[in-house]
């Protein structure tokens, strides 16, 4: 998982490093990305100098990616939003092309990386000791490629990236570089890469800068990101807590039933909730309809258990904002399955974990998750269970409309 946000804020300190000397500069830019001494450059870590050379190789074959991807960005549907944002079919139409060039290659929904060996042969050497360096590249959510070259010198690990975008006139450009130094990573037995950038401190930014990545190397069962992305990416770990509390069929009254419906509506009519039309509350029929047919929960529960007017014959509302939420790193979480175990009933018995990149932990905490899958497609979900000491680890869970 890589976030976009970073590479802005490596340009913002580029600019910052722009008041240095310029002969200093000039000097510095003549060292290589395989070459750098133990210098105030490379203890800062982060806008270290690259030789001209291998800025052009880096820009060159990135763009050379975008070139062979260009036919499906042009006809593509790219919304109507100023940021374009393609659909997740298309960017995993350019996936399949690009994995053809034989390079290691990820996509932004972290469903593992394809030519996946060549990137872990690197991992285990590093850890070993042994020099390498690796070229793999990403896929954004804009249509656009990003070209990773890790380095390990037998000590430190480096990042070279580049970034292409698209213009508005469709051309692919170059948009971003950086070479940072890794300042400490882990391959983990999951199959998770997980670093953390070396990046400007509270002296040289106006706010903290978040370096942590992971990025998933090996591929996860298709089976598993099936079910991931059709029924639990659309919950997650923000904003209600399906996933993230004990419940079953004789215990309900501690779900966050206010904060599941948004969730629940776009899964059933893949759309957004429409926010300003329900400020005042949800008619009685519609929120039950909902509720029930997603839970194991009956009508009179959720007037009990949820925010249930009588009078006005509807259940409260509000959306999620600073008065009601504090934001934190668990939220950004993501469920990731490592295994289902089929029931003699039909239902099936989900093992998750919550893999947070804020927190480089590919299991911040563990559950399992009960479900009935219906052969239309439709979903009931019977159960949640935290595993060990999984609540402790976890902030406490805020809920939408207090009592």
Known sequence: MRKEMIV????????????TNEKKLQEESTVSVEDISDNEVYDKGYNLPVKENEKEEAESECLQMMQKIERIYLECDKGTASNVHISDETSLKMFDILKEENYPIYHYSDKGMSNYDKMEKF???SLNGQKGKIVCYDINSEGG????????????MYLLYTNCTWSEDNEPVIGENFYNRIKEWEYTSKGWFCYELCTPGPLELTEVVDGNCMIRIKPIEKEFNEITSKYLMPL????????CSNWDKDNLEELDYTGLYEYLYSMKYQKPFDLQDNQDGIPKKEFEKLLTEYLPVE?????????????RKIYAWCKLGCMNYTPNAFGCSIPEITQIKKNK????SIRIDAVCERLKNDSVMSHILTVKIYDDGRIKYLSNRILG???EKIPMYQYRIKD
């Open 8 to 19: 802005i804020i490596f340009v913002i300190a580029l600019s910052l490093s722009a008041c």
């Open 123 to 125: 991992l285990k050497q």
């Open 145 to 156: 490629v990003g070209r990773n070259k890790f380095v390990f010198d037998g000590k430190d």
């Open 236 to 243: 997650g770990y923000q904003g209600n807590n399906l996933l």
């Open 299 to 311: 009508p009179q529960q959720l007037e009990k258990y949820a925010m249930y007017d009588e009078k």
């Open 345 to 348: 009933d039909g239902t099936l």
């Open 389 to 391: 000491k999984g609540l």
